[in-house]
């Protein structure tokens, strides 16, 4: 069989060749692949919650003006765990770097792995970059380069940077940052309040894809590393989603309100509430389901888990199993179940971060902060897994829809 990796790098070759700017009358897709970093995947908690500090600060940091974001955060850095990745082309001819797709920042960036390389395209300008991740970071230089997200989708005189030091990214090349435009402010210097356009920004202005938005496709498995995920700029894919698709508008809630922030309230089988509407954020670069320390402790408390040392997670016996009840999310006043499978870490990859065989793990963690603080929850990949979700920038929205994997018994 073709290896999936040369055939992506052989399209985007061919594409890049031919250098089309073609107005779309449908979406574009882009494949995906989950990959459990097995070298780091021991810290999924402390990962994540690293990760919601710096989410938490950044957002902060931007609405006093205070971009000095370096020192943020301060504490050992852990490598991305789980990931979902991207074949992305840069330069003419293009090189192929394997990105992180992220939602919680607007910063597209190579270098962490593969060294980037120079063509005929590639224009180095004045300005120096960096963003800190809380899960990792990097600073480097601005340059301006094509960039291929998927054969025939190519942006011409889009901002990269380029890493001159990164830590957190072994094993990938950067991040593809798709989160809303002001993110980027901050991250170049000397130009310090000016705004990136974001890849999915530049395609719609230049009219390549004809709406400001991407749907994504994530599924629940249990493989270390698969290709079973979807981007899709421009529009969204019915054939990954069922029934119609429910949105709700960005929440006016600071610091979520900075990222693709909603409103929602949580509870745990008919009638337990957990999280009283509150606001939150929608990221794919945390791995688990996180709630407010208070949310959590009722989480706890109406599943009987209790907390893994080996893990860090939280583990149930099989009876707590047979008896564990959906969460319930309401959004923008629709409600999306969350069965008792998808709260569960998929058991044959429990020896991945350092399990027993055997054993039964919740992906539901603490954020690490209480309630009432204006980031309350982050509905992270695991979440992702189970509901289609469509990211769209130019109504100020994220929308969710079932797929056929929502009811799975996956994990």
Do not use: C
Not at 87 to 93: A, N
Not at 153 to 158: A, F, H, R
Not at 294 to 311: E, I, K, Q, W
């Amino acid at each position: 069989m073709f290896p999936a990796s040369l055939l992506s790098t052989l399209l985007l070759a061919l594409a890049v060749a031919a250098n089309p700017i073609v107005i779309r009358d449908s979406p574009v897709t882009l494949p995906l692949a989950r990959r459990l970093n097995t070298t780091s995947i021991h810290n999924l908690l402390r990962h994540d919650q690293s990760r919601a500090k710096a989410l938490r600060a950044r957002a902060e940091a931007k609405a006093s003006g205070n971009f000095h974001t370096d020192a943020i955060i301060n504490e050992p850095v852990d490598n991305q765990a789980v990931t979902y990745i991207a074949s992305v082309g840069v330069g003419s001819p293009a090189t192929t770097y394997s990105l992180l797709i992220d939602t919680g920042s607007s910063n597209t960036w190579v270098g962490a792995t593969k060294a980037y390389v120079r063509t005929s395209t590639s224009q180095q300008t004045s300005n120096r970059v960096s963003v800190t991740y809380g899960s990792g970071s990097f600073s480097g230089n601005e340059f301006i380069d094509t960039v291929t997200l998927a054969p025939g989708l190519v942006i011409p005189n889009q901002s990269i940077g380029v890493a001159t030091t990164s830590s957190g990214f072994q094993g990938t090349d950067g991040i593809l940052g798709i989160g809303p435009v002001d993110l980027t402010r901050g991250t170049l210097s000397p130009a310090t309040n000016t705004l990136i356009p974001t890849v999915t920004d530049n395609a719609f202005s230049q009219g390549t894809i004809s709406a400001n938005e991407i749907g994504i496709s994530f599924n629940p498995t249990t493989s270390t590393e698969i290709m079973n995920g979807e981007l899709t700029w421009g529009g969204t894919d019915s054939s990954k989603f069922t029934g119609a698709i429910s949105f709700a508008p960005i929440t006016t809630t600071s610091p979520a309100s900075a990222y693709w922030g909603i409103d929602q309230s949580v509870r745990y089988g008919s009638s337990t509430n957990i999280l009283s509407k509150t606001a939150g954020i929608v990221d794919t670069g945390t791995t688990l389901l996180l709630l407010a320390t208070d949310a959590y402790n009722r989480y706890v408390s109406a599943t009987g888990a209790v907390l893994d040392s080996n893990t860090g997670l939280l583990r149930i016996t099989s009876a707590q199993f047979a008896n564990l009840q959906s969460l319930f999310f309401t959004i923008n006043g629709v409600t999306l179940e969350f069965t008792a499978n998808a709260q569960l870490w998929p058991r044959s990859l429990n020896t991945a971060i350092g399990g027993t065989t055997g054993n039964i793990y919740l992906i539901v963690g603490d954020l690490g902060t209480t309630s009432g603080q204006g980031l309350d929850f982050i509905n992270g990949y695991a979440f992702l897994e189970r509901f289609y979700s469509v990211f769209d920038t130019a109504n100020r929205r994220v929308g969710f829809a079932t797929t056929p994997n929502t009811d799975a018994t996956t994990n």
